[in-house]
């Protein structure tokens, strides 16, 4: 994809949706953590299910801690993997309570230092949280990436490096929101939307497309 279909492609997605957001429901810094966190391998959908139970009865370190790894289990079990789940956010809760004054950190370093906390889930957290222009790579912004030829690589790290390169500085703090939205809702794995699609004559995919 060229400078100016990149600028273009963007602009059409920002025009359409001026503030995008996480899908994921959170009131603090720490709810998003603990829900990007619960997030791996799973949909929002069921996220969001999950912790509007769970915030009820605990939403801070600490009170996770005083709930329990059992019933921290019980509460999330509809989630996919929910035991290490729990496991890993108990762990991040007891770091997190020793090391930082029960808040969650900006530095990079120290949020991938926290149990079940991966590159992505700390791009998310600085991003959403903290206003910086990080790229979180999931599996729909890598493969909108890949498709549309907007920041080809073969790595989730390389695809996030790519991003941070070619995506133009207006973008860059909304680029994945709007990446994220556009591969779940219209760039899907198994049936793209091409014929919906509108950023199709910036994509180097859709642009080879004869549709009716």
Same mark, same amino acid.
């Given at each position: 994809?060229?400078?100016?279909?990149? =600028?273009?492609?963007?602009?059409? /997605?920002? @025009?359409?949706? %001026? $503030?995008?957001?996480?899908? !994921?429901?959170?009131?603090? +810094?720490?709810?998003?953590?603990?829900?990007?966190?619960?997030?791996?391998?799973?949909?929002?959908?069921?996220?969001?299910? =999950?912790?509007?139970?769970?915030? /009820?009865? @605990?939403?801070? %370190? $600490?009170?996770?801690?005083? !709930?329990?790894?059992?019933? +921290?289990?019980?509460?999330?079990?509809?989630?996919?993997?929910?035991?290490?789940?729990?496991?890993?956010?108990?762990?991040?809760?007891?770091?997190?309570?020793?090391?930082?004054?029960?808040?969650?950190?900006?530095?990079?370093?120290?949020?991938?230092?926290?149990?079940?906390?991966?590159?992505?889930?700390?791009?998310?957290?600085?991003?959403?949280?903290?206003?910086?222009?990080?790229?979180?790579?999931?599996?729909?912004?890598?493969?909108?990436?890949?498709?549309?030829?907007?920041?080809?690589?073969?790595?989730?790290?390389?695809?996030?490096?790519?991003?941070?390169?070619?995506?133009?500085?207006?973008?860059?703090?909304?680029?994945?929101?709007?990446?994220?939205?556009?591969?779940?809702?219209?760039?899907?794995?198994?049936?793209?939307?091409?014929?919906?699609?509108?950023?199709?004559?910036?994509?180097?995919?859709?642009?080879?497309?004869?549709?009716?």
């Amino acid at each position: 994809m060229k400078p100016a279909d990149i =600028a273009s492609f963007f602009a059409t /997605l920002r @025009a359409a949706n %001026p $503030q995008p957001a996480s899908e !994921l429901e959170y009131t603090t +810094v720490f709810e998003l953590l603990a829900a990007v966190l619960l997030s791996a391998q799973a949909t929002d959908v069921s996220v969001n299910k =999950a912790t509007r139970r769970l915030f /009820l009865v @605990a939403n801070t %370190p $600490q009170q996770l801690l005083d !709930l329990g790894e059992a019933k +921290v289990a019980d509460h999330i079990k509809t989630i996919g993997l929910y035991r290490n789940k729990a496991k890993h956010l108990l762990q991040t809760c007891r770091i997190l309570v020793d090391q930082h004054g029960g808040q969650v950190p900006r530095s990079r370093d120290a949020l991938e230092a926290l149990p079940g906390v991966g590159r992505k889930t700390a791009n998310v957290v600085l991003n959403v949280a903290f206003g910086e222009p990080t790229n979180a790579v999931d599996t729909h912004v890598f493969r909108v990436s890949n498709r549309t030829g907007l920041a080809p690589g073969r790595t989730t790290l390389a695809v996030e490096q790519q991003l941070d390169t070619r995506v133009p500085p207006a973008y860059r703090q909304d680029a994945h929101h709007w990446l994220i939205l556009h591969g779940r809702y219209v760039c899907t794995a198994r049936s793209p939307k091409c014929g919906d699609c509108t950023v199709r004559l910036q994509c180097s995919t859709g642009r080879k497309l004869k549709l009716d």
